[in-house]
Nanobody, 125 residues
Framework: QVQLVESGGRLVQAGGSLRLSCVAS????????MGWFRQAPGKEREFVGA????????YFADSVKGRFTISRDNAKNTVYLQMNSLKPEDTAVYYC??????????????????WGQGTQVTVSS
């Protein structure tokens, strides 16, 4: 089992920045591919980005590419989502997810085995 706890969500103005954190426990963190997803009201959950075991590779949805980055600190069992140039359409509940079984990063939520409870990000115009 893996427990994931996100934090850092809040209200921010458009154009601003925010960093979300996700702390994992329960399995060897450095063996987990980590992903971030989001779900806006009335919409399906969508992929934001993912990071490889080592942190050497990342993968992003087109909607956030160039604005968001993902990093991880395996010594702290933590993955981060740095969000810059935020837009009102980035408003959503953001979830981190862990993939214990795959060897490569995926944008499919079905590949992820464990999920956090989510943290709300609201971007005002």
């Amino acid at each position: 089992q893996v427990q994931l706890v996100e934090s850092g969500g809040r209200l921010v103005q458009a154009g601003g920045s925010l960093r979300l954190s996700c702390v994992a426990s329960g399995r060897t963190f450095s063996r987990l591919i980590m992903g971030w997803f989001r779900q806006a009201p009335g919409k399906e959950r969508e992929f934001v980005g993912a990071i490889s075991w080592s942190g050497g590779s990342t993968y992003f949805a087109d909607s956030v590419k160039g604005r968001f980055t993902i990093s991880r600190d395996n010594a702290k069992n933590t993955v981060y989502l740095q969000m810059n140039s935020l837009k009102p359409e980035d408003t959503a509940v953001y979830y981190c997810a862990a993939d214990w079984t795959s060897a490569t990063m995926s944008a499919s939520e079905y590949e992820y085995d464990y999920w956090g409870q989510g943290t709300q990000v609201t971007v005002s115009s």
